[in-house]
Nanobody, 126 residues
């Protein structure tokens, strides 16, 4: 079992930056592959970025070159650095974890991860 708590969301102007954090409980954090998803009202959750248990990363085409996912296994924390934000990045952002080794594959296949955080809202508007 792992519990996930996101923070760092907020309102920002287009072109601005935000860093999301996700703190995980439990002492086996390093065993999980991790990722970020986002959802706007009326639509399904979209995989944004993933980091697998071997450290490899993947990104949705819409955020490549602007977002960076990273993890600190000592602090049990997952991060999403978001730069050059656009209005279309506005969404509820969710952290996810899974014991399967590849969150990249989970996102690519549209499979639901085992564990979700409660979400943090990101609003990009002028």
């Amino acid at each position: 079992q792992v519990q996930l708590v996101e923070s760092g969301g907020g309102s920002v102007q287009p072109g601005g930056s935000l860093t999301l954090s996700c703190v995980a409980s439990g002492n086996t954090y390093g065993d999980y592959s991790m990722g970020w998803f986002r959802q706007v009202p009326g639509e399904g959750r979209e995989g944004v970025a993933a980091i697998d248990d071997d450290g490899s990363t993947s990104y949705a085409e819409s955020v490549k070159g602007r977002f960076t996912i990273s993890r600190d296994n000592v602090k049990n924390t997952l991060y999403l650095q978001m730069n050059s934000l656009k209005p279309e990045d506005t969404a509820m952002y969710y952290c996810a974890a899974d014991l399967r080794p590849s969150m990249s594959a989970i996102q690519r296949l549209g499979v639901n991860p085992n564990y979700w955080g409660q979400g943090t809202q990101v609003t990009v508007s002028s």
